[in-house]
């Protein structure tokens, strides 16, 4: 699984969240620097929308571009209608307004990867 935040403090604490469901998290605090980091090979990114260099919504356009069919997990703390709309229509698996519940995460990753501990 990959973490893409650009909030090193919102990054690290979602990896642990991902680590106590005894799920491996790798962390990129941009989406070029996930980019490089072939994530095809990643069971599921988890990404901001807000993020300098490339938002969330243009990380998600770049991987249907190469043709990377991960599941993905798109959050934001400014939700509107039409970036749920864009992201859920263009493919997001779940899409988590901040401050979300850890067991709001749970619950998306659940319906990714089956019951987890």
């Known amino acids: 699984m990959a973490i893409v ?37 990643f069971g599921c990114i988890i990404s901001d929308i807000n993020m300098p260099e490339m938002s969330g919504l243009e ?16 959050m934001t703390a400014y939700p509107t209608d039409d970036l749920l709309t864009r992201a859920l229509n263009n493919g997001a698996h779940c899409f988590l307004q901040k401050p979300y519940s850890p067991d709001t995460l749970v619950d998306c990753l659940a319906d990714i990867f089956g019951p987890l501990e």
């Open 59 to 74: 990380f998600q356009d770049a991987l249907r571009t190469r043709g990377i069919a991960v599941p993905l997990i798109l």
């Open 5 to 41: 935040e650009d909030d090193d403090l919102v990054r690290s604490a979602t990896a642990s969240l991902i680590r106590s469901l005894g799920l491996e998290a790798a962390q990129f605090p941009s989406a070029p620097e996930c980019l490089a980091a072939y994530p095809d090979q």
